[in-house]
T-cell receptor
Framework: DTGVSQDPRHKITKRGQNVTFRCDPI?????LYWYRQTLGQGPEFLTY????????KSRLLSDRFSAERPKGSFSTLEIQRTEQGDSAMYLC?????????????????FGAGSRLTVL | GENVGLHLPTLSVQEGDNSIINCAYS??????FIWYKQESGKGPQFIID?????DKRQGQRVTVLLNKTVKHLSLQIAATQPGDSAVYFC???????????????FGTGTQLKVEL
């Protein structure tokens, strides 16, 4: 296992089109997170899964965004009817599940990201 | 127009010097902090973490200092190398004791440039 994999690395699309990103987390990690990062800013939380359950969503995740993790392994993030404001880097991260300060639960391992450009 | 957000704070250091990157965090209830390094075109990479019951933690060539009184975090890099050139982010979290995901809140980042 070489870490968190994201695909595609770059996507250029026209406004109004739908796009889908895929994330393959570290195999033994049962938590999976999606973050969005715009130029010059730190990543912002979008949503996370524990196994196949989507447990929390940010207000940033509008109705046009949907994320799934159907078998508790890989995840997809779909953006419908893209807008220019959706242009950003979409980062996936994974971690072990755990409570409190349990080892591995608090440190997120990030993928290289999927950069979206909406024309 | 002005490109708000595109101009990261920048720290330029000579190779071999020590670097100190500072971060002011926002939530006094945060009890766990992480420093991440992000190179161009890559995702954030974990460097070092610290719990709020500590004020200092050392790793290999890096030290993190935490001052909860003023909500300040710093990352010290010893003998800075060209490979250290990147954007550095601090991230904070309020650890959940009864389960649930750990959403990190990231700062805006500092660009470290190492000059040869």
């Amino acid at each position: 296992d070489t870490g968190v994999s994201q695909d595609p690395r770059h996507k250029i699309t026209k406004r109004g089109q739908n796009v889908t990103f895929r994330c393959d987390p570290i195999s033994e990690h049962n938590r999976l997170y999606w973050y969005r990062q715009t130029l010059g800013q730190g990543p912002e939380f979008l949503t996370y899964f524990q196994n196949e359950a989507q447990l929390e969503k940010s207000r940033l995740l509008s109705d046009r965004f949907s994320a799934e993790r159907p078998k508790g392994s890989f995840s997809t993030l779909e953006i419908q009817r893209t807008e220019q404001g959706d242009s950003a880097m979409y980062l996936c991260a994974s971690s072990l599940a755990g409570t409190g300060f349990s080892p591995g639960a608090n440190v997120l391992t990030f993928g290289a990201g999927s950069r979206l450009t909406v024309l | 127009g002005e490109n708000v957000g595109l101009h990261l704070p920048t720290l330029s250091v000579q190779e071999g010097d020590n670097s100190i990157i500072n971060c002011a965090y926002s939530n006094s209830a945060s009890d766990y902090f992480i420093w991440y390094k992000q190179e161009s075109g890559k995702g954030p990479q974990f460097i070092i973490d610290i719990r709020s019951n500590m004020d200092k933690r050392q790793g290999q060539r890096v030290t993190v200092l935490l001052n909860k009184t003023v909500k300040h975090l710093s990352l010290q890099i010893a003998a800075t190398q060209p490979g250290d050139s990147a954007v550095y982010f601090c991230a904070e979290n309020k650890v959940r004791l009864t389960g649930g995901g750990n959403k990190l809140t990231f700062g805006t980042g500092t660009q470290l440039k190492v000059e040869l």
